[in-house]
């Protein structure tokens, strides 16, 4: 807990642009992760390596800032399959807990959407150059060109 309560004390402007919401909203998803996690672990096991709130931290970061699991688990000292476990226990949770589940599909067919991004960037194909000397000369001899023939002109 001592990296949330560390991340706890900055400005609100500092916690937004590096976790990605708000204190607030934090502080609910905490909240349910820990209730969960206090639910599952009552009757005792394992005990976890990481605290509901560094899965919620490893969570928020892998979507935020596109990190890798490996550099995760090398922030939070621990193995990447622990991080793969964390996200994955981290969606499911606040998704069934219903505060944060988005909309389904017919719910979003029935209301005429305000906003469209479309995305137009353009990406090169790349293909293999054929050389024209080659073809010119395949064309000369009347070669159909396959890769033995293109071999034997090569060679050439």
């Not at 976790?19 to 349910?32: A, D, Q, R, S, Y």
């Not at 226990?89 to 988005?102: I, K, M, N, Y």
């Not at 979003?108 to 137009?120: C, G, H, Q, Y």
Request: charged letters at 35%; hydrophobic letters at 30%; glycine letters at 6%.
């Amino acid at each position: 807990m001592e990296r949330v309560g560390k991340k706890l004390k900055w400005n609100d402007e500092k916690f937004k642009r590096r976790i990605g919401t708000t204190k607030p909203v934090f502080l609910t998803m905490l909240e349910i992760l820990t209730e969960n996690h206090e639910k599952l672990h009552k009757t005792g096991g394992k005990p976890n390596d990481l605290s509901p709130g560094d899965k919620l931290l490893i969570t928020l970061k892998y979507y935020r800032e596109y990190v890798t699991m490996e550099s995760l688990a090398d922030d939070f000292n621990c193995a990447k399959s622990s991080v793969c476990r964390s996200i994955h226990w981290v969606e499911d949770t606040l998704s069934a807990d219903g505060r944060f589940q988005l909309p389904g599909k017919k719910a979003l067919e029935n209301t005429s959407p305000k906003e469209v991004a479309i995305d137009v960037t353009e990406h090169p194909i790349e293909r293999p150059q054929k050389s024209k000397r080659i073809t010119i000369q395949a064309r000369k001899k009347g070669i159909r060109l396959n890769r033995k023939s293109l071999l034997m002109l090569k060679q050439n």
